[in-house]
């Protein structure tokens, strides 16, 4: 077994190999860049080494590198996460010729599934179901439209180097192909060096699910069960899961059994993803393989009771599997939600800064579920905008699914997050949908739920009654705050409060009285409505209240306002403030201040670096026409004209770091 290992990677994933490697009495080396001097995967090593600026193409990217800081520290072997050189095909064979190994698969497999031209061939010849498409190489924008007017519409564009959804464009027709092919060739070209794609049928209302392998170098190779990740944004998963809602156990057998022939096709020695793009009716399709060790990876270690990187480390060192196949049991339910720096009612646009608060739900057993958070980041970390977005990865454990989505319900309105924007809001209102909890799921399900994007929903039913609760309770603990107050011109001891209160939550009005109980209880009766015990230790200033609303845990996401609170809970979001009746009656006469706006102005929606201005001054536009092209946290986003207008004058150019809300040009 090695005694030091390099994690050629940061964040997240490297601090999770460092636990693991922690408790196998291993000793770890991080590497870093500029921006991440100060990061908690630098702080967690026994060793850390600087490798150059911020930009992964000058740091985290250099295979040179990474081996001058193995020979630096006496590191054995290099474990590469995923992304960066993970599936880089030279990083293997660079380390060999250094005397250094490889925590992964051989090169001759990377080389085989690392390209998903070449991926689809060895799928074909190993008799796993294919998608019908065309591998060859695409030389221009008129050539991939004569191929997907043969396939037939939708197509999907996709970089053959690829992964992580970019480099990808779905198509519905010849013109959406012009443009996808561009885009799709330039976003492969800058993340990954290689800016060849191809094209295949995209399977109308698919599921994606992948089969989760991990093979030794004496010839053996199981599969452990399956993950659903068709909750997507952008070809990015969002929320995944194990096991999947849609498979029985006959298909789940056939899809494994036809993942480790593939991975035995190509001497697979490794953790790695089989992934399928899977029917209603679950006939399947080869995707690609990934050769690494997936995101999402965690849901499967919850449900198998596995270490992944464990495993991952042994078989490097040429350890055997310590299982076969029929000793693969599968365990209750888990649930991975991947929180990320990014505002959802702005379309998810990227967001960085600094962590102001970071305070993760408790990890470990609440009830009958188990909470775990992987991440990287701690309270004061900033998200920089040179590498990908994601803060950390929230997953729950249950018996069933429909427990293990109320664990992580609860786990994300327990989870505050200040200073940058976050997709939390969304995650929460994702969990209350219907059409998940039933798990009626498809890689479509954002885009057909949130047509219009995200805006997070007013409070309704119980929710906005415990919303109301929480407010009037909390309004009563900060009466009970002044009454300790000193130098109060009356005694505190004949200071009474009003017991009965209107809550305004947003337009609603709920009246209520409130009275002690005792220790931190409260009962809040409602007119009209159920009288609830309201219980927590919540003090001032805590941006999470969590206790009991009539004996059922909760917890709400608290921010102060003026003569308010603001509350966020079951993926609800409102404005809470608590008045006596006649406080209600005046408050309800003050007039109401208008937010004016303009809609001459292309802003840039999130900081980032303008890739192409497609305009002129002058120049006349149709709503729906690109504008600029602006790139961040790896990805292109395509600006568009939200209405028919004259280009008036252009105040950004290609190349320009531009801040959030910059304006890019104006409109006569």
Not at 44 to 58: L, R, S, T, W, Y
Not at 174 to 195: I, K, N, P
Request: net charge negative; with cysteine; glycine share 10%.
């Amino acid at each position: 077994m090695f005694d030091k290992i390099l994690i050629a990677n940061r964040g997240e994933i490297a601090c999770r190999i460092i636990k693991t490697a922690r408790r196998m009495g291993i000793k770890t080396v991080a590497v870093y860049s500029d921006a991440d001097r100060d990061a908690v995967h630098v702080a967690m090593a026994d060793e850390a080494v600087h490798i150059g600026p911020a930009p992964a193409a000058q740091s985290y990217l250099l295979i040179e590198k990474i081996i001058e800081a193995c020979k630096r520290t006496g590191a054995q072997a290099v474990h590469p996460g995923y992304g960066f050189l993970s599936e880089r095909e030279a990083f293997p064979k660079a380390l060999a010729e250094a005397g250094l190994v490889f925590i992964g698969p051989n090169p001759g497999a990377i080389a085989a599934m690392g390209d998903k031209i070449e991926s689809k061939k060895a799928a074909a010849a190993a008799k796993v179901s294919t998608v019908p498409g065309f591998l060859g190489v695409i030389e221009s924008p008129e050539h991939a439209v004569t191929i997907a007017d043969e396939i037939g519409y939708p197509v999907m564009i996709k970089a053959s180097a690829g992964g992580g959804g970019k480099g990808m464009r779905i198509a519905h027709s010849a013109g959406e192909v012009a443009e996808g092919f561009a885009r799709a060739r330039s976003e492969a070209a800058s993340s990954f060096g290689d800016d060849r794609v191809f094209i295949e049928k995209f399977i109308t209302d698919p599921r994606h699910i992948e089969i989760q392998v991990i093979g030794d170098k004496h010839g053996n190779v199981i599969y452990l069960g399956e993950r659903e990740c068709s909750i997507q944004r952008r070809n990015q998963k969002v929320i995944e899961e194990a096991p999947s809602p849609l498979l029985d156990e006959a298909t789940r057998r056939l899809m494994g059994e036809q993942a480790v022939a593939l991975a035995k096709a190509v001497n697979y020695d490794s953790a790695g993803t089989v992934e399928f793009v899977a029917g209603q009716d679950k006939s399947f399709y080869f995707l690609e393989m990934n050769t690494r060790l997936q995101v999402e990876h965690p849901v499967t270690e919850m449900i198998t009771g596995l270490d992944l990187v464990e495993l991952m480390i042994r078989v490097a060192a040429g350890e055997r599997l310590p299982l076969t196949q029929d000793a693969v049991k599968l365990d209750g339910w888990a649930v991975e939600s991947r929180v990320y720096a990014e505002d959802p009612t702005r379309n998810f646009l990227p967001s960085i800064g600094r962590l102001t608060t970071y305070r993760p739900p408790a990890e470990g057993a609440q009830g009958t579920a188990t909470i775990r958070n992987d991440t990287g980041v701690e309270e004061g970390s900033e998200i920089a905008i040179h590498y990908d977005p994601m803060i950390a990865k929230l997953v729950s454990w249950a018996p069933t699914r429909a427990e293990a989505i109320s664990a992580q319900a609860e786990a994300l309105d327990a989870f505050a997050i200040e200073g940058i924007r976050h997709n939390i809001p969304f995650l929460a209102a994702l969990m209350q949908h219907p059409r998940w909890q039933e798990g009626r799921l498809s890689t479509g399900f954002i885009a057909e739920e949130f047509p219009g994007g995200f805006a997070a929903p007013v409070p309704a039913g119980d929710v906005a009654l415990r919303m109301a609760a929480v407010a009037a309770a909390i309004d009563h603990r900060l009466n009970e705050r002044k009454r300790g107050i000193s130098g109060q011109m009356r005694d505190p001891r004949h200071l009474r409060f009003e017991r009965d209160r209107v809550v305004w939550l947003g337009e609603q009005r709920f009246e209520a009285t409130v009275e002690t109980l005792d220790g931190d209880q409260v009962a809040v009766a409602f007119a009209d409505g159920p009288t609830w015990v309201v219980e927590s230790a919540w003090r001032p200033g805590e941006p999470v209240w969590t206790g009991s609303i009539g004996g059922a845990r909760a917890a709400v996401q608290v921010r102060g306002l003026l003569n308010g609170v603001f509350l966020q809970h079951a993926g609800a979001a409102a404005e809470a403030r608590v008045y006596t009746r006649r406080e209600a009656e005046l408050a309800a006469l003050m007039p109401v201040k208008e937010v004016g706006g303009s809609g001459k102005q292309l802003l840039c929606p999130m900081p980032g670096l303008v890739k192409s201005i497609m305009v002129t001054p002058g120049q006349e536009v149709k709503a729906g026409e690109p504008l600029a092209i602006v790139e961040a946290m790896k990805m292109e986003n395509v600006l568009r004209a939200e209405r028919d207008g004259t280009v008036q004058t252009i105040q950004a150019k290609e190349g320009d770091s531009l801040a959030v809300d910059a304006v890019i040009l104006e409109f006569a």
